[in-house]
């Protein structure tokens, strides 16, 4: 009989593992709905630093939930201090929980010692984004740079 046995009830949405059932968001959905984010963001500021800067809160907030969600399941709370391996962290689990694969290259900067360089070939949030001639230095991987950004600086913070 298909079905029978037992089911594992979880006492919080929290505690049911990131690896089992559906992981997937329409594509089309998330298109649609980070459109929306960045012209309902364009119709607020005056200039595309100020809408780059609105992207980048965005990513915050989403990066914090997730950095939150993913310590609390997979690591048993526990948050990586050291650079290195915050932004592996980042480059393998956050990225592929994000967008459905690792990230292309983690590569270390030659101008500083502690500058490194997370690379994505086509990111999805430039993907479906057309940007118009007169906003021609607008990248959306702001969003993106915010959520990285939130999780190097909630890792690095040491709790007592």
């Known amino acids: 009989m298909i079905g029978v046995g037992k089911i594992k009830q979880y006492s919080n949405v929290l505690d049911k593992p990131l690896t089992k059932g559906k992981q997937e968001v329409s594509l089309s959905a998330f298109a ?3 459109s929306e984010l960045v012209q309902y963001n364009q119709t607020q500021v005056d200039n595309i630093g100020e809408l780059e800067r609105r992207l980048e809160d965005a990513g ?3 990066g914090a939930r997730v950095l939150e969600l993913l310590c609390h399941r997979d690591k048993g709370n526990r948050r990586e201090t050291r650079l290195l391996n915050i932004l ?3 480059h393998s689990t956050v990225w592929k929980v994000l967008f ?7 590569e270390k900067g030659t101008e500083h010692e502690d500058e490194y360089m997370i690379s994505e070939k086509e990111l999805l949030v430039n993907k479906f984004i057309s ?5 021609g230095t607008f990248n959306c991987g702001a969003f993106v ?6 999780i190097a600086l909630l890792c690095s913070v040491t709790v007592n």
Do not use: T
């Not at 740079?145 to 939130?150: E, P, Q, S």
């Open 32 to 34: 649609f709905l980070f």
């Open 60 to 62: 915050y907030a989403v």
């Open 88 to 90: 592996s962290f980042v």
């Open 100 to 106: 459905g694969k690792v990230a292309d290259s983690l």
């Open 131 to 135: 940007i118009p001639k007169d906003m």
């Open 145 to 150: 740079a915010g959520i990285v950004r939130v």
